[in-house]
């Protein structure tokens, strides 16, 4: 193990080198990145690899529109309606979110007005807040507000689904 100096001397050097590749431009730059097998990338997450086209969008809370108006909706943005499944308020508590952890089925999760309380949320103050603190495990969450208040209306519907990875990854691309 090395001692407290000699690992501050090492670290200078290695910062002291980083500078001057920088500083040479691009080409020297990573050259010393490869050199130390170091990237500059964004860190893949396990959607990074997801098949956004053919995953599905998951809609969790209470609807305050009927599943033939959400359906218009996706119709007019070019979404098929059958790539949305539903999970209504009652069964958002008991809904086994934690088995969507690395799954690939879904690309964005959507929620409107749920109970706070849910399965297996870790001490959490509620289901979507757990899912945003290991957002790189799950799913897109999306919040459909109105006024800071989570509501599933005709608006919210529609600007959550333009949000999605999916809109922006295949429709927009």
Known sequence: MLD???LEEIIDK?????TLANRSGEEELNAFLTKHNISLEKEKTCYSYCDIGNSQILI???LNIQIKD???ICKNLGIDPNRLVYVSYDEATNYPFDN???SNKYSDII???IPHKGKGIDGFSSIITYLESNASE????IRATNSNELNLNKTQIKNALIKTRFYKEVLEG
């Open 4 to 6: 407290f100096n000699k």
């Open 111 to 113: 929620f409107g007005a």
């Open 70 to 72: 959400v359906n218009g």
């Open 138 to 141: 799950f799913p897109n969450v």
């Open 100 to 102: 969507l952890r690395y």
């Open 14 to 18: 290695f910062r002291e080198e980083l």
């Open 60 to 62: 969790v809370g209470n």
